[in-house]
């Protein structure tokens, strides 16, 4: 049995560049003249990307895809399903694999203690007592419903059936595919970032994810990465 406290992200498969948004946006103008631009050097048109972005001339973004391989707990899958425009997904099946035994325990860095009201509450730190609770009660619940799970399976018990035992913090993985203007309204939503002038508040789990998949992109299209955050994280 594993116990993990990080999630993993790898960008598997792209065709994503900044002179996408260059040659998808120029066609409104130029027409055919437009396959001009499919081989510029992007840095020429930064001031386009960022008119596009600062005027929410949306679909030039649309015109690229990336593909990333995702492992994380359940819950954050949960979540992350919720973003259906410009997504495509296929996570592993419960179905027709025996799931295996990694379960998410915090780390020490995340969190633990919800302040406030609803819509108004905030996030601190956990003491020692409270982090050693978490990682002792989610291991030994773990621990019980992966064994009732096997108990299932070891009986004959079909694996869509046994799984039902199976927790939220049980890690699955997934391809998730989209275009960059999809994946800018899933970072706006899904990161706290002091740029941002719409405020999110994400959970911390679904967070870790949208880091990792932020970094990727930012290497693929710096410059639209960059008018994304001049424009203050609002996907256009």
């Known amino acids: 049995m594993e116990f993990l406290s990080d999630v993993t992200v790898e960008l598997v498969r792209h065709s994503a560049a900044d002179s996408d948004v260059v040659w998808a946006a120029r066609v409104s103008t130029a027409g055919e003249q437009s396959l001009e631009a499919v081989g510029q050097d992007a840095e020429r048109s930064k001031g386009l990307i960022n008119y596009l972005m600062r005027d929410r001339h949306g679909s030039p973004f649309e015109h690229n895809s990336m593909t990333f391989f995702i492992s994380a707990p359940i819950l954050v899958f949960r979540e992350f399903h919720r973003h259906r425009v410009g997504w495509s997904y296929n996570e592993e099946s419960g179905r027709y694999r025996e799931l295996q035994p990694v379960f998410y325990v915090p780390g020490r860095s995340r969190k633990l203690v919800q302040e406030g009201k609803p819509g108004r509450y905030r996030f601190v730190e956990g003491d020692d007592d409270q982090h050693k609770l978490v990682a002792e009660a989610m291991e030994t619940s773990y621990r019980r419903s ?35 203007r999809s994946l800018m309204h899933f970072l ?49």
């Not at 990161?191 to 789990?205: C, G, H, I, L, N």
Request: one cysteine or more; hydrophobic letters at 45%.
């Open 188 to 236: 706006s939503l899904r990161t706290k970032d002091e740029r941002a002038t719409v405020p999110s508040f994400p959970q911390r789990e679904i967070e870790m994810v949208a880091e990792k998949m932020e970094a990727l992109w930012a290497e693929l299209m710096p410059l639209t990465y960059a008018a994304f955050n001049a424009a203050g994280r609002v996907a256009p």
């Open 146 to 180: 992966y064994e009732s799970y096997q108990e299932m399976l070891e009986a004959g018990v079909a694996r869509e059936v046994a799984r039902a035992v199976l927790p939220v913090g049980l890690f699955s993985s997934m391809y998730a595919t989209c275009n960059a």
